[in-house]
């Protein structure tokens, strides 16, 4: 066992307790407790997710522990979501693990949760190679960011108002579906067609991105539809979910392509919850082959939150010497 390193790695940054060991380089426990008692209020209540990660967090390290067979004690450091994320969340994770690096005298590593999400893209083979360049789209933040190496990340453009999860969940909550509110439009999305409605495109700076302007005409089509006919969702839903969803991935598509050719990369990478839909991972994957290029995309329990993630990123930081003091204070915004 001596020889053998053993990361614990704890996310808490929303509303999924998640923990994951890796042995060596290796995942080999990945746990998560999504907190389905937000769907009730139609989004995350951050003091609720606070509550519950507290209610959660020892036993799920518990259960890691005795799925990987090894005690707190065969543990080699302690890796932990340090931000961006909801601060009440994130302390939960961050206190619990300073406690326990504290008490077993192994390194506490912060971790920052958008890199994680990038090096999410490494827990499996076929890896990118440096430098390449990554969309991330996730719930809170939409990044074009060149990855030059496990630390070094450039972010060369990102949104000026919603995320792209945002956009998603925002569109789920008018058009009635319940939260999380990505993974239903994509469901609908698949039986309609998406060019029965048009929805703009902003005019922002060339790696920029901007989707209120999607929504605001999401609420509009919606309002006028619904004057004449009290059943307009019902009968339009799969042809507007499609139709919102083909704008999003088109726009995402469009600006990614453009920066590779701008920054000469021709490996491309996802990661983030969005990165889970169904009609992006389509057509990454084909704009990727017209190019020549080649397209990574992590599997899906590593786009949506996760442990290994943050595991992985912290054992490399930890290898690397990059482990955090104790007075660590966790960030809520990049
Ligand atoms: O990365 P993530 O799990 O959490 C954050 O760090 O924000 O991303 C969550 C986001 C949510 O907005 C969710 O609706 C979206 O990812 N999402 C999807 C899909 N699965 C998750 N959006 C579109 N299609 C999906 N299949
Ligand atoms: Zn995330």
């Known amino acids: 066992l001596s020889d053998m390193a053993y990361v614990l790695g704890i996310e808490s940054s929303c509303d999924e307790t998640a923990v994951a060991i890796m042995k060596d380089e290796q995942v080999i426990v990945n746990l998560i407790s999504s907190q389905i008692d937000h769907a009730k209020y139609g989004g995350v209540i951050p003091e609720l997710a606070s509550r519950l990660h507290q209610q959660n967090i020892v036993y799920l390290v518990q259960q890691a522990l005795e799925e990987a067979g090894i005690a707190g004690r065969d543990l080699s450091a302690v890796a932990v979501t340090q931000g961006p994320g909801l601060l009440g969340a994130l302390l939960v994770g961050i206190c619990f693990s300073k406690s326990y690096a504290y008490a077993l005298d192994i390194p506490l590593v912060g971790v920052n949760h958008m890199e994680a ?46 995320a792209a999860g945002e956009a998603f969940d925002k569109a789920a909550k008018l058009l009635g579906l319940p939260y999380p509110g990505g993974p239903q439009v ?36 919606l309002r006028d539809g619904l004057k ?57 994957m084909a704009m ?46 990049v």
């Open 117 to 162: 999400h990038i090096l999410a893209n490494f827990i499996k083979a076929p890896r990118p190679s440096f430098p390449f360049l990554n969309l991330t789209v996730s719930g809170g933040h939409t990044q074009l960011v060149v990855v030059k190496s496990f630390f070094e990340m450039e972010i060369i453009g990102q949104t000026i108002d919603d």
């Open 186 to 221: 994509d469901k609908h999305a698949r039986e309609g067609d998406p060019t029965a409605f048009s929805f703009p495109k902003a005019e922002v700076g060339r790696f920029q991105f901007s989707f209120s302007g999607i929504k605001t005409a999401l609420l509009y089509l």
């Open 228 to 284: 004449g006919d009290p059943d307009y969702i019902q009968k339009n839903l799969r042809d507007v979910a499609a139709s919102y969803q083909h704008r999003i991935v088109s726009i995402l598509i469009e600006k990614v392509e453009d920066a590779a050719k701008e920054y000469g990369l021709n490996q491309l990478a996802l990661a983030g919850g969005v990165s889970a839909n169904s009609q992006l991972r389509a057509d990454f």
């Open 288 to 333: 990727c082959e017209r190019n020549g290029w080649e397209a990574f995309i992590p599997s899906m329990a590593y786009c949506t939150d996760n442990a290994a993630m943050i595991a992985y990123a912290g054992y490399h930081k930890w290898k690397a010497g990059m482990s955090s003091e104790l007075n660590l204070s966790p960030y809520t915004r």
